[in-house]
């Protein structure tokens, strides 16, 4: 079913929300509850289940039939398989914490997210391989037939209680193109077992450094211009010779004493107006005098390391238009070190080395009160320990 995803995203969420999915959460009664394994009575593998999708029982049940790859990790037992976006739309629900206090465990479903998601399977590389992870609930009457390797389970609002992927699964409802979706059942699952599935899949994995992502970024082909220049102009000062950063820069992870990528691109992007239209070379060329300027500032306090303070090093590229500006008037437009000096080295003298940065004090708030010391010429002392 085509959905208009700009029109939803002007709905309250609940008018959005398909069948179970979209309902609130339900409250699990006594006949719904997760039992374990020992409570549940021994069943047939194959109870004459129908043996195609979309078959019907007597009861008037439909039920879903697929084929599934049986998993056994330690003590626990999974099921792999495959299902159509629209059927884990129909079959799927989310028990959050907020709306079912006593047994919820989900978080609350952030819609915006689920139309981005659902934006990049229409228009964007449109692939999502991760599987979606669910429990089935004693209504979806989940079997496995071992002769058929197959799966049997009643296509019911509330089959399945979304363990991970509750916003994939809204997004792939959204989207205009239906989807395959790779999807782990769980089995029999007590509702303590399913919140510790819960916090094991949410805490245990670690999401990838923002450093990395930037740094392999070119690989994706996916830069925008401005995101090319940034990565250009970190690459000169990471590899050139002559650079006031070298040694002082870590490209693809946080480590301490060194200027992240995303350090170093968020002061970029703070300034980038003084460099409109300019290229990666003329960038480092003017920057790198700048820099240098700065280090011999630092320097007559024994605190050049502090140049990789992420605050300071904000703060004083923040600064940078204000300088370059007085170098331009006073030196017409030669921005060298020895130019940049006779604006910086008044203004490092009146410092106190504390003051390069002082802790707990952000870059914006530096920045405001050195640019009022290049003017003022009064001691940061008096405001930094008032």
């Keep these: 079913m085509d959905t208009d995803i700009a029109a939803i995203a002007q709905e309250p969420a609940a008018p959005v929300v398909v069948e179970s999915f979209l309902e609130a959460p339900r409250r699990l009664d006594a006949r719904d509850k997760p039992i374990s394994r020992d409570q549940e009575p021994a069943r047939a593998e194959d109870e004459g289940l129908p043996e195609t999708e979309g078959a019907t029982r007597e009861d008037g049940a439909k039920f879903v039939s697929d084929e599934a790859l049986v998993v056994t990790q330690g003590r626990h037992r999974f099921y792999s398989l495959v299902l159509d976006s629209d059927v884990l739309a129909a079959c799927c629900t989310a028990d959050t914490r907020a709306e079912n206090p006593i047994d919820g465990f989900q978080r609350l479903l952030d819609k915006r997210r689920a139309i981005e998601i659902a934006k990049y399977i229409d228009h964007g590389f ?51 193109s239906r989807v395959k979706v790779p ?86 992007k703070a300034i980038d107006g003084a460099f409109a239209e300019a290229a990666a070379e003329d960038v480092y060329g003017v920057l790198n005098q700048y820099l240098i300027a700065c280090l011999h500032g630092l320097a007559l306090h024994g605190a050049e390391a502090n140049i990789a303070n992420p605050a300071l090093f904000k703060a004083l ?33 009146r410092m106190k080395k504390n003051e390069l940065p002082k802790p707990g004090v952000g870059h914006l708030a530096l920045h405001e009160h050195y640019r009022k010391a290049l003017t003022a010429g009064f001691s940061l002392k008096n405001w930094l320990f008032a």
Aim: hydrophobic letters at 45%.
């Design 126 to 176: 449109g692939t999502t391989p991760s599987a979606v992870i669910l429990s089935a609930q004693s209504r979806a009457q989940f079997r496995y037939d071992r002769g058929e390797g197959r799966v049997h389970f009643r296509k019911d609002a509330g089959a399945f209680l979304i363990i991970d992927g509750q916003h994939r699964i809204f997004g792939y409802h959204l989207a205009k």
């Design 183 to 268: 999807v782990v059942v769980y089995n029999r699952l007590t509702r303590a077992q399913e919140c510790q599935l819960f916090m094991d899949i949410n805490t245990k994995q670690r999401p990838v450094p923002q450093e990395l992502l930037l740094d392999i970024r070119r690989l994706s082909e996916a830069e925008t211009a401005a995101e090319a220049l940034l990565h250009d102009v970190f690459d000169l000062f990471h590899r050139r010779e002559d650079s006031a950063l070298i040694g002082k820069l870590s490209p693809a992870e946080r480590r301490k004493g060194a200027i992240s990528r995303v350090t170093f691109n968020a002061a970029l």
């Design 317 to 349: 590229l923040l600064l940078f238009p204000d300088i370059a500006e007085r170098v331009a008037e006073r030196c017409g437009g030669a921005y060298g070190v020895a130019n940049f000096e006779l604006i910086l080295t008044p203004f490092f003298k």
